[in-house]
T-cell receptor, first 114, second 114 residues
Framework: GENVEQHPSTLSVQEGDSAVIKCTYSDSASNYFPWYKQELGKRPQLIIDIRSNVGEKKDQRIAVTLNKTAKHFSLHITETQPEDSAVYFCAASRVGAAGNKLTFGGGTRVLVKP | DAMVIQNPRYQVTQFGKPVTLSCSQTLNHNVMYWYQQKSSQAPKLLFHYYDKDFNNEADTPDNFQSRRPNTSFCFLDIRSPGLGDAAMYLC?????????????FGPGTRLLVL
């Protein structure tokens, strides 16, 4: 089955700096890669996703890059703000007849210091 | 607003006493998922329904069962909760299977086993 590794497990940045979280996946057939943000005690919320036919996607301060050859994808947050503090999960999915099963990485706890 | 609703938000049960968690959705999505999330860990898929088609994960214990009486509702039954079953249980939905569809999470039910 799919295995997703996520690094780092914790990340502390100064407000205004950039944050980068990296994930690798094992199943070369995976074709959908969402990123979720989860604040303490709340639901995971999708912040951005990328499909395997795209190398990069950007939404305001958030961007995701995908390298299918190397089987890794990264989340970039620029100009970090205190409200960006949360746990971020990457996930990979091999979308097909068997379903859209998400395999999550272990999570990165991001702390943005004012 | 269309959404994924979970009840109750907090559930306390006794060791070995059956408990049922519920999820409803107004998104009219075909697929409903149940995840277990333990503290500081990633969500782990237990099973999912595509319409009435039930798909169990290989490592989901028999202690966990699910029912989906109609499109809108899905239930998670824990037949004999153990202390290790204390966790956040997240319901999610997506529009279809076999395409790269976003999964939308409910707010979760936090289960405490005494």
């Amino acid at each position: 089955g799919e295995n997703v590794e996520q690094h780092p497990s914790t990340l502390s940045v100064q407000e205004g700096d950039s944050a980068v979280i990296k994930c690798t996946y094992s199943d070369s057939a995976s074709n959908y890669f969402p990123w979720y943000k989860q604040e303490l005690g709340k639901r995971p919320q999708l912040i951005i996703d990328i499909r395997s036919n795209v190398g990069e996607k950007k939404d305001q301060r958030i961007a995701v890059t995908l390298n299918k050859t190397a089987k890794h994808f990264s989340l970039h947050i620029t100009e970090t703000q205190p409200e960006d503090s949360a746990v971020y999960f990457c996930a990979a999915s091999r979308v097909g007849a068997a379903g859209n099963k998400l395999t999550f990485g272990g999570g990165t706890r991001v702390l943005v210091k004012p | 607003d269309a959404m994924v609703i979970q009840n109750p938000r907090y559930q306390v049960t006794q060791f070995g006493k059956p408990v049922t968690l519920s999820c409803s959705q107004t998104l009219n999505h075909n697929v409903m998922y149940w995840y277990q999330q333990k503290s500081s860990q990633a969500p782990k898929l237990l099973f999912h329904y595509y319409d009435k088609d039930f798909n169990n994960e290989a490592d989901t214990p028999d202690n966990f069962q699910s029912r989906r009486p109609n499109t809108s509702f899905c239930f998670l039954d824990i037949r004999s909760p153990g202390l290790g079953d204390a966790a956040m249980y997240l319901c999610a939905t997506s529009r279809a299977r076999g395409v790269q569809e976003t999964q939308y999470f409910g707010p979760g039910t936090r289960l405490l086993v005494l």
